[in-house]
């Protein structure tokens, strides 16, 4: 096969794929080459704009690091994180929605006990989070593993400073009680800007948008038997709840932050007085 | 905007794109959204192939450096060059054909005088390229700009060796003498297959495709008024000729390379014999 042209090209390459043994890479890499070929015809990229596309994709690459990954940057400004975790998410009923992961999940996090604080390096408002895990009938799922992270209160997270992941912060992993409930303590988070000193920073600014995040903890909550939830619990009130740059928001994922006035929280626990509370209850569906 | 789902994230993510000023920036984001999301939909990707996609381009981006451009390797083999050369060389009559630039080009070459030889760190078999440059209706363009990039004898490129961008070799630029002409001394180069010990090499072998390029001299002919032309000259009987892994081949730029007998070139230069020569007339259309 020779003398390829715009008409004849797209078959080509597809016919080039006929000697691909497994089904699903040859599905994905026929779909891939129908729907890309398609985005060029339509747009008809100069050669200039072709090869800014290669610099944009490289310096992406390139950007990312053991704490910056700036192609799930990419995907959750482009909608497509959200697409994904909607696709693969029809539960129905009761069971917590779930939202995008983010660049920020680290797999190292400390497990601590109950009760325990999680941020060390920040003096920001005082916060205690209790939340529960059960299951679509309401039975409590005991042991249930609650991993979680958030941004301090200036808006950054624990490995967007200098250190690194040698200063793992405002992370940890815990498991419920026998009566599927967990607390612990923390700051409140704020709002904050993906990174955008990068290509989607630049990407962003071209397409006229903020890089604004509205206030949220990340949790991502599993149990044998279970389907796991990536979810996270943003804050009523937060001033981006309505454009966030990643498209994460659900309304069921919205919590009230409480204030507690004495020196006990709801589910009694000790706290100073002012503290702000966040609480949660988490339902799992159970494995398809 | 919150609550999204498969149904409605597009339209969200298009929405978004509203405050985008620039009109030629907002037709492409909106395209890229359009068909990465009907993509998306169409092959419904697990969360671990779409982790796979993200560690894949990350990759990709990462195995580029001064001297290696893994997504234009990408764009190579996806079919994605040969198409938006395409869509940019809608050329009409007897105009040279273009193809793809590939990754190899480097614009630091040498200038170098008529008839010199550019190959100097290999000992392959002798070959003379001797060929001409005129406009469209035959008037030889004088002192127009070829330059020139090739493989080696055993399929390498002087940038894919250890000493990298400080030894180039089997490279170089010329300048068309008055009457249109240009001839330089060089080695027979050979088919080879492209840099396949990265990501897209892992992609062809998941594809069940193989790497190779026939054999070919790389051009990029420029004159002030005319159009520039990026081409390869093709060997004529190479095994590869039909399953160019990058879909670059066109019958009208494949040349047969003669043996020359005698002492002498067609065009009156001294050669030793048995010396191989590539002769090819280029024709460049006038600039549009």
């Known amino acids: 096969m020779r003398n390829f042209n715009e008409d004849n090209i797209t078959q080509a390459v597809l016919e080039r794929l006929s000697g691909c043994e497994n089904e699903r890479t040859r599905q994905i890499s026929e779909a891939l080459v129908r729907h890309l070929h398609a985005f060029l015809k339509e747009i008809e990229p100069t050669e200039a704009e072709w090869a800014g596309a290669i610099d944009f994709l490289t310096r992406t690459g390139q950007m990312c690091s053991e704490t910056r990954q700036e192609f799930i940057l990419l995907s959750d400004t482009l909608g497509v994180s959200m697409l994904v975790d909607a696709l693969n998410h029809r539960f129905t009923g009761n069971a917590t929605e779930t939202t995008v992961l983010g660049p920020f999940y680290v797999e190292e996090a400390r497990d601590l006990p109950l009760g ?109 038997g279970f389907e796991t939830i990536v979810t996270h619990v943003f804050i009523e009130g937060d001033r981006y709840l309505d454009s966030d740059v990643v498209f994460g928001v659900k309304d069921g994922l919205i919590a009230r932050l409480e204030t507690i006035e004495g020196s006990m929280s709801p589910a009694g626990h000790e706290v100073t007085p002012g503290t702000a509370l966040l609480a949660y209850p988490f339902v799992l569906p159970a494995k398809r």
Chains 1, 2 share one sequence.
Do not use: C
């Open 116 to 224: 325990a604080s999680i941020s060390h390096a920040s003096d920001g408002p005082a916060m205690i989070v209790e939340g529960s895990v059960s299951d679509q009938h309401g039975e409590p799922i005991a042991g249930a593993l609650i991993e979680t992270w958030h941004a301090d209160d200036h808006g950054f997270y624990d490995v967007q400073r200098e250190a690194g992941l040698t200063a793992l912060d405002m992370r940890a992993r815990f498991h419920a009680d026998e009566n599927g409930r967990f607390w612990f303590r923390s700051i409140v988070p704020a709002f904050y800007p993906i990174p955008n000193d990068g290509p989607v920073g630049k990407m962003l600014d071209a397409q006229g948008r903020h890089p604004y995040r509205p206030a949220h903890v990340h949790f991502k909550v599993s149990a044998p």
